[in-house]
C-alpha cells in the first residue's frame, strides 16, 4: 500500500503563489502516476495535474502556464507549485498516485488540504 501526507495549503491573496506538497510512504516503488486533483466549493472533483513514470506532465486548460508539478524521487514527494493564484482556484486539493500490486491497480488519496484565493 502507498499513503499519502498533503500539506502547504493555505490562505493567499489573488496573484500569489502556494506550493503544496504531498509525501509518500509504503510501498513507493510501484507508483506509476501521479497526480493533483481539485473540489472547489459545490463542485465535483476534477484533475488539476497529472504525470506517468516517465511521461510528460498534462494540465487542466485552466492552469497551464500558472501551475506546475514535479517529483523528488529521493525524498517520495510530489509537489504542486501555482502562480499567478486566482479566486478560482479556491479548492481543497487532493494528491493522488497509482500503482499495481501484481496485475491490479489501486490508487491513493491524500487527505486533502485547502487552498482559499478571497476575490
Known amino acids: 500500500q502507498v499513503q499519502l501526507v498533503e500539506s502547504g495549503g493555505g490562505l493567499v491573496q489573488a496573484w500569489g503563489s502556494l506550493r503544496l506538497a504531498c509525501a509518500a510512504s509504503g510501498s513507493t516503488f510501484s507508483i506509476n502516476t501521479m497526480g493533483w486533483y481539485r473540489q472547489p466549493p459545490g463542485k465535483k472533483r476534477e484533475l488539476v495535474a497529472a504525470?506517468?513514470?516517465?511521461?510528460?506532465?498534462d494540465y487542466a486548460d485552466t492552469v497551464k502556464g500558472r501551475f506546475t508539478i514535479s517529483i523528488d524521487n529521493a525524498k517520495n514527494t510530489m509537489y504542486l507549485q501555482m502562480n499567478s493564484l486566482n479566486p478560482e482556484d479556491t479548492a481543497v486539493y487532493y494528491c493522488?498516485?497509482?500503482?499495481?500490486?501484481?496485475?491490479?491497480?489501486?490508487?491513493?488519496w491524500g487527505q486533502g488540504t485547502q487552498v482559499t484565493v478571497p476575490s
Open positions: 493522488n498516485v497509482g500503482y499495481l500490486v501484481g496485475l491490479r491497480r489501486y490508487a491513493s
Open positions: 504525470i506517468s513514470s516517465g511521461g510528460s506532465p
